[in-house]
């Protein structure tokens, strides 16, 4: 079977007009926005934001992967 990647995926949903993903791109940005805003204050550029079980992984300002706790407890720590 052919394997589909996320990347396309996502460009199916988007251009066959099965998604607004625009729409969800806003959407998820606005529910990030206080926490965002209050790493803004403090500094912060790459931060992680904790919220519904999720992980949202920010990157200089970008979020760059949405982890649940199955990824987070399955990763283990690099060696320092």
Same mark, same amino acid.
Request: proline share 0%; no cysteine.
């Given at each position: 079977?052919?394997?589909?990647?996320?990347?396309? *995926?996502?460009?199916?949903?988007?251009?066959?007009?099965?998604?607004?993903?625009? #729409?969800?791109?806003?959407?998820?940005?606005?529910?990030?926005?206080?926490?965002? *805003?209050?790493?803004?204050? #403090?500094?912060?550029?790459?931060?992680?934001?904790?919220?519904?079980? *999720?992980?949202?992984?920010?990157?200089? /300002? #970008?979020?760059?992967?949405?982890? /649940?706790?199955?990824?987070?407890?399955?990763?283990?720590?690099?060696?320092?």
């Amino acid at each position: 079977m052919l394997k589909v990647t996320d990347h396309a *995926l996502v460009r199916f949903l988007d251009r066959s007009g099965a998604a607004e993903i625009e #729409a969800l791109r806003l959407t998820l940005a606005h529910s990030l926005e206080r926490a965002r *805003l209050g790493a803004q204050r #403090a500094g912060i550029a790459d931060y992680v934001i904790v919220a519904d079980g *999720l992980r949202y992984v920010v990157k200089d /300002d #970008a979020l760059i992967t949405v982890l /649940d706790a199955d990824m987070v407890q399955g990763r283990r720590r690099r060696r320092r």
